[in-house]
């Protein structure tokens, strides 16, 4: 008995087959056409769709090696089901290395899109109307923004029980709750009845090993648990999950010497590091101001008052 039809893109996709399709964005100045790459193994097996997508954000890059190992190591060829892979969605901003769309818009601030909306809108569109109907379940991997660096986490509304058993399986160090945030891509397939998960690690424009071998343990964890790949589920970490969080901000502008280290558990009144002056005159030291795990730390070497710092838990 074969599978139902699968068509993505306008195309049908064969059973047993690796089919790679476009999704054809604009054409640059120079007219040479833009196309983001979708890379899509079908089992000859009924079975679920996932789509492992990274680069929304064009200078998060962290995901897209992570799916490129993915693909390398062949663990994205399903024994049942249908693994989509999209390693780079924003193809301008990671031409460019920069967070947005060539029209200034943040991408995941413009789901579900719209046909005749802004270049990103448009684009957004085309990917709600012709790719997400027919996935089951998405992993989608962000780094920090700017120089804000993410221990490898697990982002979700925590009480979406299938969500929570998948990022437990995924058994990153952290599994932060979070809410949705209005017109994100994770928001709109929600909205469509999809299963998503947040990947959260490293920060932009840097490659971060630690967490690319995290994301790709977990990814292959997630895929043997839902039946798409053979193997043993590898559970590492102690896996520390944050109902409550807030960022410790500066009050003050300056020179920031960071001396806690990310991911660790820290008391009230521990040292986190100093802010002072390029002349020797000022210097304010940061403590904790309760007992707390540290999930993502600002690198920037100069900071201004006001300044998000430190993302802490709240209660653990």
Not at 9 to 33: F, M, Q, S
């Amino acid at each position: 008995m074969s599978n139902k039809p699968l068509v993505l893109l306008g195309k049908n996709i064969p059973e047993g087959k690796r089919t790679v399709l476009d999704i054809e964005v604009a054409k640059l100045h120079t007219r040479t056409t833009v196309k983001v790459p979708v890379i899509i193994e079908r089992s000859k097996v009924e079975g679920p769709v996932i789509l492992l997508l990274a680069g929304v954000h064009g200078d998060e890059i962290n995901g897209v090696s992570i799916i490129r190992e993915i693909i390398n190591q062949k663990l994205n060829v399903p024994k049942k089901g249908t693994i989509i892979c999209i390693p780079v969605f924003n193809i301008f901003g990671y031409l460019i290395q920069t967070r947005e769309f060539p029209d200034g818009r943040d991408l995941n601030r413009m789901f579900p899109g719209s046909l005749n909306g802004s270049l990103a809108s448009q684009f957004a569109y085309q990917f709600t109307k012709e790719i997400a109907p027919f996935v089951d379940y998405v992993i989608d991997y962000h780094t920090g923004g700017g120089e804000r660096d993410n221990v490898s986490q697990i982002r979700l509304e925590s009480s979406e029980k299938e969500t929570l058993e998948l990022a437990n399986i995924f058994n990153p160090p952290f599994v932060v709750h979070s809410g949705y945030i209005a017109k994100s891509l994770r928001e709109s397939l929600k909205k469509m009845g999809k299963t998503v998960l947040l990947f959260e690690g490293g920060k932009s424009k840097n490659l971060d090993n630690t967490v690319i071998n995290q994301g790709i343990r977990g990814t292959k964890n997630v895929l043997i648990h839902l039946g798409f790949i053979d193997g043993e589920i590898s559970l590492t970490e102690k896996t520390i999950f944050i109902n409550k969080s807030k960022w410790l901000r500066s009050s003050y502008s300056g020179m920031f010497k960071l001396l806690a280290k990310n991911g660790s558990h820290v008391k009230k009144k521990e040292l986190l590091g100093v802010i002072q002056d390029p002349f020797g005159e000022f210097k304010k030291r940061i403590y904790a101001p309760f007992d707390c795990y540290i999930f993502c730390i600002n690198k920037t070497p100069i900071v201004n008052k006001g300044e998000a710092l430190f993302h802490v838990s709240v209660n653990n």
